[in-house]
């Protein structure tokens, strides 16, 4: 004797039937994402608004009157506010995409935001290396006087402020790699799951 099996049909399933929502491992990490994405978007529009209303207010010349005449006043400097604030919306754009990315379980968008993470550290480390060098180079020519020691204690300062500065950030962002490309390669597995029907 003997039993027919009946055949067992794999099925691909597309996203949306694949239930992230419910996964506790991608929630987990989607959340902190959202979080800290959240917190750069913040920062980020309040940037850009600072910019833009530093650019008006500073765009507006101001008015010195005596009792025979009114003078306008120009800027001894003009400052070019144009770049501050496209770095400003470039940056606001950026954090906005990386939200949205996540919040919508993009894994393509979350690798493009995790290389991005990747490469603006490489350039942060080198920026550093570079005016560490520079600043080496500068103290070099600086003489014994009064005014020589106090600039170099200020350099040094400064450039301490600024190496931990850039190892909090380079920190920051390869945990924010690690989390996109983690949640990115989550979510590519659970689409590519295949249910079995009897």
Not at 50 to 69: F, G, H, K, R
Not at 97 to 109: Q, R, S
């Amino acid at each position: 004797m003997q039993y027919d099996k009946p055949p067992v049909q794999i099925v691909m399933v597309n996203a949306t039937q694949v239930p992230l929502a419910t996964d506790r491992e991608v929630q987990r990490i989607r959340k902190k994402l959202l979080i800290i994405f959240g917190i750069f978007l913040g920062v980020a529009i309040f940037f850009l608004v600072l910019s833009v209303l530093t650019a008006a207010s500073a765009t507006t010349p101001t008015v010195a009157t005596s009792s025979t005449s009114t003078t306008v006043i120009e800027n001894a400097k003009p400052v070019n506010y144009i770049l501050q604030i496209v770095e400003a919306a470039l940056i606001t754009l950026l954090y906005g995409f990386a939200y949205y990315v996540t919040y919508a379980y993009h894994p393509t968008g979350l690798r493009v935001i995790a290389w991005l993470n990747i490469i603006c550290a490489v350039v942060l480390c080198l920026t550093f290396i570079t005016f560490l060098i520079v600043f080496i180079v500068a103290m070099s020519y600086v003489d014994g006087s009064e005014k020589g020691k106090k600039m170099t204690a200020f350099g040094g300062v400064l450039m301490t402020l600024l190496g931990v500065f850039c190892i909090i950030d380079v920190l920051l962002q390869k945990i924010v790699a690690k989390l996109c490309f983690k949640l990115a390669r989550l979510i590519n597995d659970k689409k590519k799951i295949p249910f079995s029907k009897a």
